[in-house]
T-cell receptor, first 111, second 113 residues
Framework: AQRVTQPEKLLSVFKGAPVELKCNYS??????LFWYVQYSRQRLQLLLR??SRESIKGFTADLNKGETSFHLKKPFAQEEDSAMYYC?????????????FGKGTKLSVIP | NAGVTQTPKFRVLKTGQSMTLLCAQD?????MYWYRQDPGMGLRLIHY???????AKGEVPDGYNVSRLKKQNFLLGLESAAPSQTSVYFC????????????FGQGTRLTVV
């Protein structure tokens, strides 16, 4: 079955420290991986997707098919990065497409 | 451009009451989704639709029904609300499925007492 695992419920780092939010997935086909972010009192929004291979707000994520991981990284955390982060797996099957989310990691950046 | 709009934003129901949550999108998106968000559980897919007139079950469909009579609207119904349905409900839409961005509504906080 398709599954997304985010092992950390809460991650606290000091401002300026590196950040790594872990995400592992389980899917036998070709995965489509995303990171979504939810800032306080805002709606969930796309941060980045693996196919774009881009850096958004200093964050990057590399798809590692061997380790079935899509960890989110940032070299220097900022206070405005404090938010809830969700890793998501998109997959197709039986003529439809579903987007499955992990349980989320709350990132708290300490000033 | 309103994007994805959910109505209502808050609601308190008594056990056994029924209600309908409305999701409207103005982006001409084909796909629409309903999720529920619970502490420690992340977002779980309730039902989804790949186009007007179609619906399909997600991970946690029991106790909910949906309809997509118009492309821009996706309705989520609770026929007989239960305390276990206390949650924050999110609607999302996307242009198509594969590798496209999902746009989310602001959420509906539902409490069943």
């Amino acid at each position: 079955a398709q599954r997304v695992t985010q092992p950390e419920k809460l991650l606290s780092v000091f401002k300026g420290a590196p950040v790594e939010l872990k995400c592992n997935y389980s899917y036998s086909g070709s995965p489509e991986l995303f990171w979504y972010v939810q800032y306080s009192r805002q709606r969930l929004q796309l941060l980045l997707r693996h196919i774009s291979r881009e850096s958004i707000k200093g964050f990057t994520a590399d798809l590692n098919k061997g380790e079935t991981s899509f960890h989110l990284k940032k070299p220097f955390a900022q206070e405005e990065d404090s938010a809830m982060y969700y890793c998501a797996l998109g997959y197709s099957g039986a003529g439809s497409y579903q987007l499955t989310f992990g349980k989320g990691t709350k990132l708290s950046v300490i000033p | 451009n309103a994007g994805v709009t959910q109505t209502p934003k808050f609601r308190v129901l008594k056990t056994g009451q029924s209600m309908t949550l409305l999701c409207a999108q103005d982006m001409n998106h084909e796909y629409m989704y309903w999720y529920r968000q619970d502490p420690g559980m992340g977002l779980r897919l309730i039902h989804y639709s790949v186009g007007e007139g179609t619906t399909a079950k997600g991970e946690v469909p029991d106790g909910y029904n949906v309809s997509r009579l118009k492309k821009q609207n996706f309705l989520l119904g609770l026929e007989s609300a239960a305390p276990s349905q206390t949650s924050v409900y999110f609607c999302a839409s996307s242009y198509q499925g594969s590798n496209t961005e999902a746009f989310f509504g602001q959420g509906t906080r539902l409490t069943v007492v």
